[in-house]
């Protein structure tokens, strides 16, 4: 093989190393997610108590409290329910906190009637009873006693913010399944369950986008 060929095929192997990759295989932009939320809803660790008298024993989780962060795992969980239909948009947050309401009944039990000295069971009464007060009078993680299905305190998701530059608001009550430790500083069964609620989160703002 002379020079001549030689440097041709030399040529043709450089080219090919410089041909554009389709855009098919170099795939699309991932979905954005731009959290605008305030300092104090990204803040604190475990649980953080809200003030006011409607709002005792009321908690906001801290975004530490996942793994992944949420607003992380929240990306990745819608970008699972909308697929392709994901690429190249923007999810921005401008509010979002998920609380712990450990208000309302935490059980089934039965009331004391005091005859003579002596304590004897009464009318049973039933979990669930939700929030002493008012939505509107609740600083956050207001819920009522039809939406829960457990007995034990539930976990309240409140997202307000634009897909694709549409306003878009959704609200998930999840029942925790079983009793967990309840402070959020690390322990396998309250990730879980925080997981599992940012993963419902994930599937409200879907089904809200394709209304």
């Given at each position: 093989?002379?020079k ?30 731009i959290d ?10 475990g ?22 962060i ?14 392709l ?5 923007t ?15 935490q ?78 500083k ?25 209304q």
């Amino acid at each position: 093989m002379n020079k001549r060929l030689i440097r041709f095929y030399a040529l043709l192997g450089v080219l090919a190393f410089q041909q554009p990759v389709p855009a098919q295989e170099a795939g699309s932009p991932a979905l954005v997610v731009i959290d605008l939320r305030p300092k104090e809803e990204k803040d604190g660790v475990g649980l953080i108590a809200l003030t006011g008298k409607c709002n005792k024993d009321v908690y906001r989780i801290a975004d530490v409290a996942t793994d992944p962060i949420k607003v992380e795992a929240l990306r990745s969980g819608l970008s699972e329910q909308l697929g392709l239909a994901a690429d190249g948009k923007t999810l921005t947050v401008l509010n979002w906190s998920i609380y712990y309401n450990k208000q309302g009944a935490q059980g089934s039990f039965l009331d004391s009637v005091g005859i003579q000295g002596y304590n004897l069971p009464g009318k049973k009464k039933e979990a669930g009873s939700g929030s002493k007060c008012s939505q509107k009078e609740s600083a956050g993680g207001w819920y009522k006693g039809s939406e829960v299905t457990t007995i034990v305190p539930p976990m309240i998701s409140e997202f307000s913010g634009t897909y694709a530059g549409k306003p878009i608001d959704v609200r998930v009550v999840h029942s925790v399944r079983r009793k967990i430790e309840g402070k959020f500083k690390g322990a396998a069964d309250d990730t879980e369950e925080l997981l599992q609620i940012v993963s419902e989160t994930a599937e409200a703002l879907a089904s809200a986008i394709v209304q």
